[in-house]
């Protein structure tokens, strides 16, 4: 079983962790973190200024899993696997600050009918979650009242019961604000579906682990309030706590043998399983398992694709998941060197498949929406909130504007402009989110008179 200690009950037995190695902190949200880079680097699932440690705030987009909420774990997904392409202006940092901008509804960029009744659906899962709290208890009640099939109405509903604020992020040098931007990095995820089996066999030799037993998660916020979210994650040696694990050790040693939940057919498929958070496995006799992110090893993620880049073996452009796979096809015999650039590693919780139209539950507790759900650093934009998204679509190139519900996070999701868009399921979502990384700008919806600060601080 996974101890989830919580401080000051454990302080003294950190106060003796002085002489160990430092335990790398590990914010929740899906992976749920280590210096940030600039977006403009290459970054991916784990979805996760920032606390020091924070996971790369974008490039590359081969993300890890998804720390997240109450009801359910939190997200550790990094951030989708490609890069912005090197023309892109630079995008906003994870290390900024957030500011909100009143502005009227009218003001709002044009958007489907369609759009909104996709939303729709997700909004009334956000209230699920937030149905029962201040201030979004009246809101969510007068939701009943909304016929769900006109777009009229539900836009209507939205124009009347919330004020509309966009989103900035100011860099700060000195205390005082240095320069603002109105713009940040998009990019997607999905849920794989892979291949795999009960038992290990030459054709599913790839094991997916459950958190393991002597994995321990330390929530700070009991002891230091300002770093609330801030997790340590780590094992006991003795009377100290010290690193987990890493993922060159863990594969080197074996270490996690007898805690496999199943295996699958495809290493470079099973690495970006963690990068995503969450997926589906089908095994031989046609059934499907849906498997949840669990926790994770506490190290920072390192994107792959960045690495790649750095040594020469692709272009930025090139360094998205179709790309990184397609090397790993070319390069058979550096998949392991490939894969332990990344020491991060994430652990997952098999859970009931439930309605297969429906994602997985993301950092809010509630099922994703294809094309309505949304990670967010959830310092900076409140969980459940509608947000107005304006980007490019990864397929056609074309500008979008689409409203969205912020329902997850992820390690690389990190600023107030750092988004990372849930395509849906299958290889077809798949091949859309490998190929998201655009600049795109958000204006967050918040019930009449609430200012965005009053929500982050409930």
Known sequence: MNLRLCL????????????????????????????PAPPSAVAPMARPAAPPAAPPASAPTD????????????????????????????L????????????????????????????????LHSCEALGAREPWR???????????????????FFATGFDVHRVRAVSMLDGKEANSRDTGLVTGYYEPLLKGSRRPSPKYPV??????????VVDLASVYPELSGLRLRGKLEGRKVVPYPSRREINATNALRGRELLWVDDPIDAFFLQVQGSGRVQFEDGRVTRLGYGENNGHPYRSI???????????????????IKGWVARNPQRLNQLLEQNPSFVFFRE?????????????????????????????????????VLSSTDPSSGAAFARPMMAQDTGTAIRGPLRFDYFWGYGAEAGEKAGRQKHEG???????????PDALLKR
């Open 305 to 323: 694709g960045r690495w790649l880049v750095e040594q020469g073996e692709l272009t930025i452009d090139q360094a998205s998941m179709q790309g």
């Open 351 to 387: 859970l009931p498949l439930g309605d297969p139209g429906a994602g997985p539950k993301g950092a809010l507790g509630v099922p994703l929406t294809p094309g309505a759900s949304l990670a967010v650093d959830s310092r900076h934009i409140p969980l459940g909130v509608p947000v």
């Open 8 to 35: 000051p009950a454990v302080a003294a037995a950190l106060a003796g962790c002085a002489s160990a190695p430092p335990l790398p902190p590990q914010a929740p949200p899906r992976p749920p973190v280590a210096q």
């Open 441 to 451: 700008s958000a204006w967050v919806l918040t019930p009449k008179g609430v200012a």
């Open 138 to 156: 009246d809101t969510c009640a007068r939701s009943a009242t909304v016929d769900r099939r006109s777009a009229a109405t539900i836009r209507g």
């Open 92 to 123: 906003a940092t994870s290390d900024a600050a957030a500011r909100y901008e009143r502005v009227p509804f009218a003001s709002l960029p044009a958007t489907s009918d369609g759009d909104w009744i996709v939303a729709w659906r997700a909004f």
């Open 207 to 216: 094991p997916i682990y459950r958190v393991p037993d002597d994995l321990i």
């Open 63 to 90: 993300k890890p899993a998804m720390p997240k909420q109450a009801s359910a774990p939190p997200s550790t997904r990094s951030s989708p696997v490609a890069a912005p392409p090197a023309s892109a202006a630079p």
